[in-house]
């Protein structure tokens, strides 16, 4: 019942897919990243999430945090500190972080992998260090070199976690609404005061000390989102006095019991300016646009955890005999797996995770040539890669992360329902990832009203002619043709968006989701169909391994077969336009 990494899937995309092996090591800083080198911490991740991470999920779970009001400290549940020591002390919180803040310097596709295997062992511990991320990526971005120097080598040994706090009562989405105040003082910091709701990691016990980023707003600021600023405050300062940051409760809430997720309260604490004043979202979007993309790994590892559990459970629950009769004739019953229903469920989960890796995975290799390689073009066309594709790999990994943990406990019947299973469990801590770093509403959004029309619409251009360059030079790559008629349809989708988005924007936030669900579904096929050509290759050179390279080509035929399809009614929605979504008054529903 116990997560195994899926090393081999890992290595295929690394490796054979997106040559990882040759283009990482060739990016300078990166000379390093051998293959040698890559197996030798994936196989270490592997066993840490396996044999450390892995035990604590259930009794995570069940435990959940605790709150003590009389010290307003937070305990995390039984095994999460000695989880996270052993997780720091291996360097996994610095594994992307630079080398001269005691990172290690390793490519963020490394990272990602690693990533994929934590939130699959235990999602609520994994967010402790993945919220410290965003803290690191904001300070290298905008900290000065004392701030940075100070606080970065505490933040990636993992010694210190970091926050993002955006959230208040009144405001989620609209971060324009933010009361936060920060009050200049005489010394150069700010009195920071307000309540933040729902922040990540506000208050544990498992690091020394707590970094929050904070939005806040200055005496003068401007209205709205215009006049937003970031602050960092530290929960213990400098000369170890307590900073008036303090949690004034946890959440009770559905899934992801093990991570404290705290109301904030900011009694004038000391804070300092991060960036210039009022440009607080640009540095905070910097901490988002990584973290979009850690939850949509989030997704993706929790699918692969319930594929898992489900796969297993398929082979060995006995039911009914095959509808092509009995399978298993000396026993009771044939396996479900026999049953056309439960592979249905079975290789939705199979074949989207698969897709979803290489997509993620892909993406974030752009990302790490986007700021490694030499030559300027090159950093380019990766960095507008990784901006389109971010909201898409947020919404639709998370999306399908819940959707494989719903097949997967729906496969498993009654048992799926009960705590003997871990996958009540799974729905339970996926459904989070869907709302929480922009709702994939939200994201859908910012594909069609920002990402699109970036640069006069060059990255979705560049992304059409990826698509189109690939079918070109191997036009019989398996499923060429219906990758071909996919990218029709979405380029069909956003000629619509443009003619009647631009001047309507009712119309583009209309369209938004299905044509997110478009983009995606078209890009995991592209996807599938260069997946299918390196296992049919593998196969006609006479593979030693012709079992894993079958298997690659069947899923990615059923992913042609009985997913892409959705295309076509994606379309039909989205050329629908917004009348039938915009004719009721609100009191005739
Ligand atoms: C467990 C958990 C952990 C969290 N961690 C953090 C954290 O660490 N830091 C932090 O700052 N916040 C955190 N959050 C808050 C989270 O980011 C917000 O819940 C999320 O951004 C949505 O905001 P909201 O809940 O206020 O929903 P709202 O903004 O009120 O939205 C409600 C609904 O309206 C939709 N909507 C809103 N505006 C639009 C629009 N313009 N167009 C279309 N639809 C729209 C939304 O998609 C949603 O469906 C956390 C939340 C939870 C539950």
Redesign the pocket.
């Known amino acids: 019942m116990s997560y195994e990494a899926p090393l081999r899937d890992m290595q295929f995309v690394l490796y054979e897919l997106l040559k990882g092996d040759e283009v990482l090591p060739a990016l300078p800083g990166f000379e390093e990243a051998s293959r040698d080198i890559m197996d030798a911490i994936i196989n270490e991740g592997a066993r840490l999430t396996q044999n450390v991470i892995e035990p604590t999920n259930a009794p995570g779970d069940r435990e959940g945090c605790h709150y003590d009001p009389e010290s307003k400290s937070v305990t995390t549940p039984q095994g999460f500190k000695e989880a996270y020591q052993q997780f720091a002390e291996g360097g996994w919180t610095g594994m992307s972080a630079p080398v001269e803040y005691g990172g290690q310097g390793m490519p963020h596709l490394l990272n990602t992998v690693a990533e994929e295997m934590m939130c699959s062992a235990n999602l609520s511990l994994g967010m402790y260090p993945g ?1 410290t991320h965003g803290a690191v990526n904001a300070l290298l971005g905008y900290g000065t070199d004392e701030q940075k120097d100070y606080f970065l080598p505490r933040l990636i040994s993992g010694e210190w976690s970091g ?5 208040e009562p009144q ?4 971060l324009g609404l933010i009361r936060t105040k920060a009050e200049p003082q005489a010394d150069g910091s700010y009195a920071v005061s307000g309540t ?1 709701i ?4 506000g208050e544990h016990d498992l690091t020394d000390n707590i970094v929050h980023l904070v939005l806040a707003k200055l005496p003068d600021a401007p209205k709205g989102s215009k006049g937003i600023s970031l602050f960092l405050v530290p929960k213990f300062l400098e000369d170890g006095s307590r900073n008036s940051a303090f949690c004034g409760g946890l ?1 009770h ?1 559905m899934g ?1 019991k093990g ?1 404290a ?1 705290c109301v904030m309260n900011f009694e004038e604490a000391r804070g300092w300016l991060i960036g210039e004043p009022n440009k607080g979202l640009q540095a905070m979007f910097v901490m988002m646009n990584s973290a979009r993309i850690m939850v949509g790994i989030q997704g993706l590892g929790i699918g692969e955890a319930a594929y898992q559990v489900s796969r297993d459970f398929a082979k060995d629950r006995l039911q009914s005999r095959s509808l092509a009769g009995p399978q298993a004739p000396d026993q009771a019953a044939d396996p479900i797996i026999v049953h056309p229903d439960v592979r249905r469920m079975l290789l939705r989960q199979k074949a989207t995770i698969e897709g979803c890796r290489a997509l993620a995975y892909y993406t974030v290799m752009q990302l790490d040539i986007s700021q490694h390689s030499d030559d300027e073009d090159a950093r380019e066309r990766a960095d507008d890669m990784v901006q389109l594709l971010t909201p898409v790999v947020k919404a639709f990994l998370t999306d399908e992360g819940f959707f494989c943990a719903n097949d997967g406990l729906q496969l498993m019947g009654g048992s799926g329902f009960t705590q003997d299973w871990p996958l009540e469990q799974f729905v339970r801590d996926a459904r ?1 990832t869907r ?5 994939n ?2 994201q859908a ?1 910012d594909l069609v009203g920002r990402k699109m029309g970036m640069n006069g619409g060059r990255s979705v251009k560049r992304f059409f002619g990826m698509v189109e360059g690939f079918l070109k030079e191997n036009a019989d790559a398996p499923y060429a043709d219906q990758v071909k008629a996919a990218s029709e349809k979405l380029q069909r989708a956003t000629m619509w968006l443009m003619q009647n988005g631009m001047s309507d924007r009712e119309q583009a ?1 209309a369209a938004a989701t299905p044509y997110l669900r478009l983009f995606a579904l078209t890009t995991v096929a592209f996807f599938w169909s260069r997946m299918a050509l390196v296992a049919q290759q593998q196969l006609d050179g006479g593979t030693t391994e012709s079992d894993f390279y079958q298997s690659k080509i069947r899923t990615g035929q059923f992913f042609i077969d009985r997913i892409l399809p959705q295309a076509d009614a994606l379309l039909a929605e989205i050329e629908s336009g917004k009348d039938s979504l915009m004719a009721l008054t609100a009191e005739q529903f």
């Open positions: 919220l926050t993002m706090c955006l959230t405001c989620g989405t609209d933040k729902w922040i990540t990691g959440e809430k992801i991570s997720t989070i709302i929480y770093e922009g709702t509403g939200i959004l936030g």
